[in-house]
């Protein structure tokens, strides 16, 4: 599952590249209110690693790591002078991660290690500047499609994940803002093979389009 891609982007870049002369043109809203909806992508850094005991046939402490492609959508509304209550649907992607085994560079995996989530979020807006404090608590999972005998194909089961991010959006309409966002997120995941856990960190820009 795919959830970040090139021409969303492009897109969004291309919007901020034109933002200084939306702003002159178009009503300055600061006010937030009613419906809320940001979508949300970019791109950061990603990995998971899980120590596998080598006693049951694991390969020792197994790291995945690499660029990611990013994305978090967001779709909920106003519950008090502005404060979001939303749910959240997020997630990374990496293509060919690099892996590390024991602490030593084992090459490339031939394949892709995505990491979806969903769950409950919160975002209040800081005014008028509007600069934002986010942050979703969700259940999630990795997914491997891979050739590789060291990681197969397959998902891990479910659990926690954690996104927080701090950003800035600028008003080129009465209800819409673009913006840049700094992200951090944290993840657990239990392997259905082994009795350790997936776990580790991810960070981002994002680039946002806030309809409220």
Do not use: C
């Not at 870049?13 to 809203?29: D, N, S």
């Not at 992508?41 to 402490?61: F, K, M, P, V």
């Amino acid at each position: 599952m795919r959830l970040a891609g090139t021409p969303a982007i492009v897109g969004i870049v291309t919007a901020l590249l034109t933002l200084p002369a939306l702003v002159q043109a178009g009503p300055v809203a600061k006010k937030h209110d009613g419906f809320f909806l940001r979508l949300s992508a970019g791109a950061g850094y990603a990995e998971s690693s899980i120590d596998r005991n080598l006693d049951t046939g694991g390969s020792g402490d197994t790291k995945l790591y690499d660029l990611a492609g990013d994305s978090n959508f967001a779709i909920g509304g106003i519950v008090g002078k502005n404060l979001a209550l939303h749910g959240t649907f997020w997630g990374w992607l990496i293509n060919d991660p690099d892996v590390d085994v024991n602490g030593d560079e084992a090459g490339e995996l031939n394949g892709d290690l995505t990491m979806s989530a969903f769950g409950a979020g919160v975002t209040y807006y800081f005014m008028p500047s509007n600069l934002y404090l986010t942050g979703s608590f969700g259940i999630g999972h990795l997914g491997f499609e891979s050739d590789s005998a060291l990681v197969p194909d397959g998902d891990t089961d479910w659990g926690p994940v954690l996104d927080l991010g701090l950003g800035k959006e600028w008003w080129v309409s009465r209800n819409w803002g673009l913006g840049l966002a700094g992200a951090l997120g944290f993840h657990s995941f239990d392997d259905p093979d082994f009795s350790e856990n997936w776990s580790g960190v991810n960070f981002a820009v994002r680039f946002s389009a806030t309809f409220n």
